[in-house]
């Protein structure tokens, strides 16, 4: 059972366009929702995060945008670059006990940018 | 990659032998995860460690099994490797804060 669901599986974007991924949990018990950013051949690398107790949180041309009630949280990348051309994921995780996090990850999205 | 490395990077093996997987971190974390990525299954976690001598089992913890003798080391072993085991493992490390770093990964191929 896919607890974090993730959108679109693969994205084609023109540069200087706007890149959007959603993700969609069940478990209201997450307190924890980031976002990674894998190149090939490489490990995935924190992006930026986010907690419910927030609705949105910018980083550079990175935004995560947390709709609680909905139970969703979407990454926009603004003017996008080719360099933005990597496997993004999504996960979310509650926190349990000794302040241990285990991630419940989306299947990836694979951005193209185009130049 | 956040003072984590991983050994081998590659490795061929057959199906039946042992293989051990080692992730060494110099960040002195609390808490480190084994996850293996596959086409279609997206990264799923397979053991992690909260302390020396304690781990705890993931969702895909059937034929692997893990050790912590010290806080640097965590090594992942596949008893008798299977050809469904063929695989990109990563390990992980967090400390106090929520944030999980990754080594680069160890691909694995199992014949």
């Known amino acids: 059972q896919q607890q974090v669901k993730q959108s679109p599986q693969s994205l084609i974007v023109q540069k200087g366009g706007i890149s959007i991924i959603n993700c969609a949990y069940e478990n209201t018990a997450f307190d924890y929702f980031p976002w990674y950013q894998q190149f090939p051949g490489k490990g995935p690398a924190l992006l930026i995060a986010i907690r419910p107790d927030v609705s949105e949180k910018k980083e550079g041309r990175f935004t995560i945008s947390f709709n609680k009630s909905a139970k969703q949280f979407s990454l926009h990348i603004m003017d996008s670059q080719p360099g933005d051309s990597a496997t993004y994921f999504c996960?979310?995780?509650?926190?349990?006990?000794?302040?241990?996090?285990?991630?419940?990850w989306g299947l990836g999205t694979s951005l193209a940018v185009n130049p | 990659d956040a003072g984590i490395t991983q050994s081998p990077r590659h490795k061929v093996t057959e199906t039946g032998t042992p293989v051990t997987l080692r992730c060494h971190q110099t960040?002195?974390?609390?808490?480190m995860y084994w996850y293996r990525q596959d086409p279609g299954h997206g990264l799923r976690l397979i053991h992690y460690?909260?302390?020396?001598?304690?781990?705890d089992k993931g969702e895909v913890s059937d034929g692997y099994s893990v050790s912590r003798s010290k806080t640097e080391d965590f090594l992942l072993t596949l008893e008798s490797a299977t050809s469904s085991q063929t695989s990109v493992y990563f390990c992980?490390?967090?400390?106090?804060?929520?944030?999980?770093?990754f080594g680069p990964g160890t691909r694995l191929t199992v014949t």
């Open positions: 960040e002195n974390h609390r808490y």
């Open positions: 996960a979310a995780s509650p926190l349990a006990a000794g302040n241990n996090r285990k991630l419940i």
């Open positions: 992980a490390i967090s400390g106090l804060q929520d944030e999980q770093y």
């Open positions: 460690s909260y302390g020396v001598k304690d781990t």
